[in-house]
């Protein structure tokens, strides 16, 4: 059953980057792009999904999921290294792709041989960062 939820869950999301246009690099592009072409639309993806996430946090506040587990605590408010580091790697592969991970999964259907590279380039900094990480961490100590 709990399989059938995340099927569910995850085919409602892919077709959320679909309608929303998530899964076109231009879209994307074209909302960073402030100086030219600006695409304001973006805005409402994004406010249509803070709110509902900040009316989730809300109601499961001291609940459990009815689907065993538990619901993952806040996230820390604290701005950290690991924080900042992530949000420029993030920031700069959304910015010279027009994907995040997300889309880029949904969009591997007719994203062309480019959509690979980028899903392969996506895995390849994931299987090196924990290795970067604990080089960074091992040279502040020695630091």
Not at 52 to 59: E, K, L, V
Not at 91 to 103: N, S, T
Not at 132 to 142: E, G, P, Q, Y
Request: some cysteine; glycine content about 18%; proline content about 6%.
């Amino acid at each position: 059953m709990r399989g059938l939820f995340a099927f569910i869950a995850g085919g409602l999301f892919g077709a959320g980057l679909l309608v929303s246009g998530m899964t076109d690099s231009r879209k994307v592009q074209g909302w960073l792009d402030i100086f030219g072409d600006w695409d304001p639309t973006l805005a409402f993806v994004m406010g249509g999904a803070m709110l509902p996430m900040a009316i989730a946090w809300r109601i499961t506040r001291g609940r459990n999921p009815a689907l065993g587990g538990l619901f993952p605590p806040k996230p820390d408010q604290r701005v950290g290294r690991n924080l900042v580091l992530g949000s420029i790697l993030f920031g700069a592969g959304w910015g010279l792709v027009g994907l995040c991970p997300g889309p880029s999964v949904a969009s591997l259907s007719y994203g062309g041989i480019g959509g690979v590279v980028f899903i392969l380039s996506m895995f390849g900094g994931m299987w090196a960062a924990p290795l970067v990480r604990s080089r960074l961490d091992a040279a502040l100590v020695t630091a």
